[in-house]
């Protein structure tokens, strides 16, 4: 009894993981722009030094480029660079430690230019990764056909085998038979 209830409870804790992971990756744009515009609301308004804090948004570029694709890790750089950007512009003095204006937007710009990179590139490894998966599958499949293909044929000649030696030691007690008398 307690093992079925252990089991069940295990597929119910499957159940409700897949149902989060497909939540998460079919609704994934809008939770990046929400966990975006709550990191830069906590960024911006409660902590100092707001430049050290920007390496936060590689995170949910990196997590767009694996778990969806180019596409949404560059909309996302895209997204977080204008966020930021827009607050730098908005109030410069907030961001600059004891740095002129300048250094500050060439800081972001640096800091955007390197976000776009790795969300490009961790999507496009993993778009590679996804392909050479599925090619895999394709190949493992492929595999296994051949093998039930090969077993089949196996048994097949096993049966005739089998035949052929029954045929054949018929033909030995009737050639015994034969020349016996």
Excluded at 64 to 74: D, H, I
Excluded at 85 to 104: W, Y
């Amino acid at each position: 009894m307690p093992q079925t209830k252990a089991a069940a409870g295990y597929r119910i804790f499957l159940s409700l993981r897949e149902f989060c992971r497909k939540l998460f990756t079919d609704n994934f744009d809008g939770l990046f722009i929400l966990a975006t515009l709550i990191a830069m609301g906590v960024i911006l308004h409660l902590l100092e030094h707001k430049l050290s804090y920007l390496s936060f948004f590689y995170l949910p570029v990196l997590l767009a480029g694996y778990y969806k694709s180019t596409r949404s890790a560059v909309v996302g750089a895209l997204f977080a660079i204008s966020w930021v950007t827009f607050f730098v512009v908005l109030d410069p003095d907030s961001f600059s430690q004891e740095m002129d204006a300048v250094r500050l937007y060439f800081h972001i710009l640096v800091w955007g230019a390197f976000l776009l990179m790795t969300g490009t590139i961790v999507g496009t490894l993993s778009e590679q990764m996804r392909t050479r998966h599925q090619r895999i599958c394709d190949t493992l499949d492929d595999l296994n056909q051949l093998k039930d293909f090969i077993i089949e044929k196996n048994r097949f000649l096993e049966f005739k085998n089998r035949r052929l030696e029954e045929t054949r030691e018929h033909l030995q007690s009737v050639v015994n038979s034969a020349v016996d008398p």
